[in-house]
């Protein structure tokens, strides 16, 4: 059911906005919500940054150097920084990254996320005109495309693989179904969150098992390679990273860099997705039965970040997300996965809700492609969705109310730069 809630103006909504990062701010770092996720989550605190780069510089810039505090000595920047002394399911026991050569003292996960901190950066600079700061934090974002292109191009194409549903950002979407099924079944009954709204066989316990047998692998990219059992090229992942690798071309002279290997970088992404992962839209490609994973999610929009993909790759896939498959049948923008999959579930999380990063990132795609009114729909559509129901986690795709966790970051911090 919508919730009622009184009418907000443009500035009340930006001050509420402001007051839940103020309160999600830990003095080193935005966690994405009070209590469920109590530490520093990766691409929330790039969103974050994104979203505070008008209004907080100053936070903003802090906000990045502390989740660069969590960057291993690979490159690698993880998932997750502990900041903080509070519980969290996974937390450090479970991961020991301390236990790790190439780990920081912080105490962090050991997967990584959707690589959005070279936009980030740009997005700050192209707010701010900082450029010591581009100078500052550009070689951690080099090395963090480094250990991509060197540790995670499983399929050697020149595309980043997952190695865990987490580390899409969208962990219980459908995409992600059959490859669990083929693992074994596990029984630990660990829990961190409220399971009716997540995955309906509670894979969560693989999820812990493939956390923990990459662990026991010593976090090695050999191991991943030869023995992981979850590898997969993702086009949000790697719409993503090709569009930080742009922003660190841009960025590069700046920072006295050479602009040309990430603008390369950049290339060989837009053809490994089209070659690889394209049939009619994009599709995730699961490298340990060499098959596209047939399901159309938000995810397989992630590719339209690409100023440069062939005008007709962008028109086949706008036409998807503006068909009745998807924004043409909810009230709001945009559901997570197809409404006529079978898999569509609009109470679960990633499984057909609307989230409002996935919005603002849709937006982004659409305005490099100047497709102005697709722009303002998602621009209207997502602020009418926290005007109603506040900053919530996600939202129910079809009337708009709220689902999981309130006061959540990126949600108040994309309503920001929306407003603007
Ligand atoms: C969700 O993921 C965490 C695990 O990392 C969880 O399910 O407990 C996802 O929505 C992810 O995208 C997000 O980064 C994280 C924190 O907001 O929550």
Known sequence: MMEARPAVDDAALGHEALAVLEANWTGTGTVPAPGLYPHQWSWDSAFVVIGLARHRPDRAREELLNLLRGQWATGMVPHIVFHTREAYFPGPSVWRSQEHDAAPRVLTSGLISPPLQGLALWWLYRHTGDVAFVRKAFPALVAQHDYLASARDLGGAGLAAIVHPWESGMDD??????????????????????????????????????????????????????????????????????????????????AR??????????????????????????????LRTDRLIKVCTVGGFGPLLDPWLPGEHVRTAV??????????????????????????????????????????????????????????????????????????????????????????SWSAALTLDLLA
């Open 319 to 408: 036409e998807v997300l503006e068909s009745a498959r998807f924004m043409g049948a909810t009230g709001y923008p945009v559901p997570s996965c197809e409404i006529r999959a079978a898999q569509f579930d609009r109470t679960r999380y990633w499984r057909g809700p609307s989230w409002v990063n996935t919005n603002w990132l849709l937006r982004r795609a659409a305005a490099v492609h100047s497709l102005d009114t697709l722009a303002r729909q998602l621009t209207h559509g997502t602020l009418r969705l926290v005007r109603q129901a506040g900053f919530r986690e996600c939202f129910d795709p079809f009337d708009g109310s709220g689902r999981g966790c309130r006061d959540f």
């Open 257 to 286: 860099a050479d602009p040309v290997p990430h603008a390369e970088q950049a290339e060989r992404i837009r053809l490994a997705l089209i070659e690889r992962l394209w049939d009619g839209g994009f599709y995730a490609r699961d």
């Open 173 to 254: 979407s459908p995409a992600w179904d059959d490859a669990l099924a083929a693992l074994p079944v596990i029984r630990y009954g660990y829990r961190n969150v409220d399971m009716e709204e997540r995955h309906p066989d509670s894979a969560h316990d693989r999820y812990v098992w493939l956390a923990m047998r990459y662990r026991d692998a010593g976090y090695s990219a050999g191991y991943l390679r030869d023995e992981h059992p979850f590898a997969i090229e993702d086009p949000m992942f790697n719409g993503i990273w090709l569009a930080s690798c742009q922003a660190l071309a841009e960025l590069a002279p700046l």
